[in-house]
C-alpha cells in the first residue's frame, strides 16, 4: 500500500488554493469586466503574467517577497505567525498565484459575454448594480466560473517549480505529488513515481473531459 501522503498533501493545497482564488476572481473581474483601456489592459498583463514565466522564476519572485527578511514575510511570520517560506502556507500561495489566471481570465470572459443590452435595461428598470451582479451576471456566468474553478484546482494539483522553490520538498509537510513523483524518480523509485502519473493523467482528462461537456451544453442552449 502506498504511502497516500502526498494526495492528501496536494488536495489540500489544491481546494484551499482554489476557495482563494475563487473569491478573488469573482471580486477582481466584477471590478474590471466593464473597463478598457491601457491601464485595465496592464492590470490583466500582471494578473496573467505567471502563465507566461516560468514556474522557477515566479518561485524565485516570491520566495524574494516571503522571505523572513523582507517585510511581507516578516508580517506573515511574524504578525499573522504563519511563516511561509517551507512550509504548507507557502505551497497554497504558490498554488494561488500560478492558478489564478485561469480563474480570472475564465470568469472575465463569462462577465464580458452577457449582452449589455440586457444588463443596462436593468439599470433603467431601477436594479441596483448588487442586484445586477448577483441576480444576472453571477448566474449568466456559472459555466465560465466553474470551468474557472476546475482548471485552477487542476493548476494547483500540478503545480511544481514555484512549489518546490518556496515551500521545497519535505516529506509528510510539502511534498504534494508533483514533488513526490520528481523525487522518487531521482531515487530510483520509477516503479512509485508511475502510480501518481497516473493518478495525476486521469484527473486531468477528467477535469477536460467535464470542462468540454459544460461548453458543449452551452454551445447546444446557444443554438
Given at each position: 500500500?502506498?504511502?497516500?501522503?502526498?494526495?492528501?498533501?496536494?488536495?489540500?493545497?489544491?481546494?484551499?488554493?482554489?476557495?482563494?482564488?475563487?473569491?478573488?476572481?469573482?471580486?477582481?473581474?466584477?471590478?474590471?469586466y466593464r473597463y478598457r483601456g491601457r491601464i485595465v489592459t496592464l492590470l490583466?498583463?500582471?494578473?496573467?503574467?505567471?502563465?507566461?514565466?516560468?514556474?522557477?522564476?515566479?518561485?524565485?519572485?516570491?520566495?524574494?517577497?516571503?522571505?523572513?527578511?523582507?517585510?511581507?514575510?516578516?508580517?506573515?511570520?511574524?504578525?499573522?505567525?504563519?511563516?511561509?517560506?517551507?512550509?504548507?502556507?507557502?505551497?497554497?500561495?504558490?498554488?494561488?498565484?500560478?492558478?489564478?489566471?485561469?480563474?480570472?481570465?475564465?470568469?472575465?470572459?463569462?462577465?464580458?459575454?452577457?449582452?449589455?443590452?440586457?444588463?443596462?435595461?436593468?439599470?433603467?428598470?431601477?436594479?441596483?448594480?448588487?442586484?445586477?451582479?448577483?441576480?444576472?451576471?453571477?448566474?449568466?456566468?456559472?459555466?465560465?466560473?466553474?470551468?474557472?474553478i476546475m482548471m485552477a484546482f487542476a493548476r494547483a494539483i500540478g503545480e511544481?517549480?514555484?512549489?518546490?522553490?518556496?515551500?521545497?520538498?519535505?516529506?509528510?509537510?510539502?511534498?504534494?505529488?508533483?514533488?513526490?513523483?520528481?523525487?522518487?524518480?531521482?531515487?530510483?523509485?520509477e516503479n512509485e513515481a508511475w502510480l501518481w502519473v497516473l493518478v495525476l493523467?486521469?484527473?486531468?482528462?477528467?477535469?477536460?473531459?467535464?470542462?468540454?461537456?459544460?461548453?458543449?451544453?452551452?454551445?447546444?442552449?446557444?443554438?
Amino acid at each position: 500500500m502506498p504511502d497516500l501522503t502526498p494526495f492528501w498533501i496536494s488536495i489540500k493545497v489544491a481546494v484551499i488554493s482554489t476557495i482563494i482564488v475563487s473569491i478573488l476572481g469573482i471580486i477582481i473581474s466584477r471590478l474590471l469586466y466593464r473597463y478598457r483601456g491601457r491601464i485595465v489592459t496592464l492590470l490583466e498583463s500582471i494578473i496573467i503574467l505567471p502563465i507566461v514565466l516560468p514556474p522557477t522564476v515566479m518561485g524565485f519572485l516570491l520566495l524574494i517577497v516571503f522571505s523572513p527578511r523582507s517585510p511581507v514575510g516578516s508580517f506573515f511570520a511574524n504578525v499573522l505567525h504563519m511563516p511561509v517560506v517551507f512550509t504548507l502556507t507557502g505551497a497554497v500561495i504558490a498554488s494561488v498565484v500560478v492558478s489564478f489566471p485561469l480563474m480570472y481570465q475564465h470568469t472575465i470572459q463569462g462577465f464580458r459575454g452577457i449582452n449589455n443590452k440586457m444588463l443596462n435595461t436593468a439599470r433603467t428598470m431601477g436594479a441596483s448594480e448588487n442586484k445586477i451582479f448577483f441576480r444576472l451576471i453571477l448566474p449568466l456566468s456559472k459555466r465560465s466560473i466553474l470551468s474557472g474553478i476546475m482548471m485552477a484546482f487542476a493548476r494547483a494539483i500540478g503545480e511544481f517549480g514555484a512549489t518546490l522553490m518556496v515551500a521545497g520538498y519535505i516529506p509528510n509537510k510539502t511534498n504534494t505529488l508533483p514533488l513526490e513523483i520528481y523525487f522518487l524518480v531521482e531515487q530510483g523509485k520509477e516503479n512509485e513515481a508511475w502510480l501518481w502519473v497516473l493518478v495525476l493523467v486521469a484527473f486531468a482528462i477528467t477535469v477536460i473531459g467535464t470542462i468540454n461537456m459544460i461548453n458543449r451544453d452551452k454551445y447546444l442552449e446557444v443554438d
